[in-house]
Structure formats: C-alpha cells, structure tokens
C-alpha cells in the first residue's frame, strides 16, 4: 500500500522559508510525475507545483518565483523549497503522485496527514 508522508511544515514570517519534503513508499516514484497541493483555510486543496519522472517542473502562476520543487528518485522523496513566503501562502500542504489518466495532473493515491504551513504578516 502507498503512504505519502510529508513534513517540514511550521511556522514563519512572511518573506521566510521552509523546505517541505514527502517521502513515499512503494516502487511508482521513479515512473509517476509527483506534485504539491496546498489546501488553504476554509478553500479546497490546489495544485501549486509538478515534477515529471524526468525533471520537468511546473508552477501556479501564484507560487512562480518562489517555490522551487524537485525530487530524489534514490530516496522516493518530493521537495518543495519556498521561499518569499507571504500570509496567502497558508495551508496544509500535501504531495501526490499523478494518476497518468489525462492530460491535466490528478491525484493517483490517498492523501497523506499532510504538513501545516502557517506564514505570518
């Protein structure tokens, strides 16, 4: 069964950093684009960055700049690297793996407890 842990969650100031990671068990890593969603208070969870098995990343217009996601294939792990955080920033932070069943990146497994980001102005 796949389990998507993340962490590296907490609280800063806004224009700080954070660097979240999500380690995930089972042997799709390497074959599935990864990706970072952030649900902010009382809205439903966004995609805010994707990776493909091969590198390629993508951005919300809202994060470009600032965040940066990569991944380690030898560790099953997904980064997100964010900096310039601003309060909108907010949220629990979650990673997924993409379902490959259409052009638009999709969730493929359950979700997991995700990590808390909480910037303050």
């Known amino acids: 069964q796949v389990q998507l842990v993340e962490s590296g969650g907490g609280l800063v100031q806004t224009g700080g950093s954070l660097r979240l990671s999500c380690a995930a068990s089972g042997s799709f890593f390497s074959f599935r684009a990864m990706g970072w969603y952030c649900q902010a208070p009382g809205k439903q969870r966004e995609l805010v960055a994707t990776?493909?098995?091969?590198?390629?990343?993508n951005y919300a217009d809202s994060v470009k700049g600032r965040f940066t996601i990569s991944r380690d294939n030898a560790k099953n792990t997904v980064y997100l690297q964010m900096s310039s955080l601003k309060p909108e920033d907010t949220g629990i932070y979650y990673c997924n793996a993409d379902s490959q069943k259409s052009g638009v990146f999709s969730p493929r497994y359950r979700w997991g407890q995700g990590t808390q980001v909480t910037v303050s102005s």
């Open positions: 990776i493909t098995e091969g590198g390629v990343t």
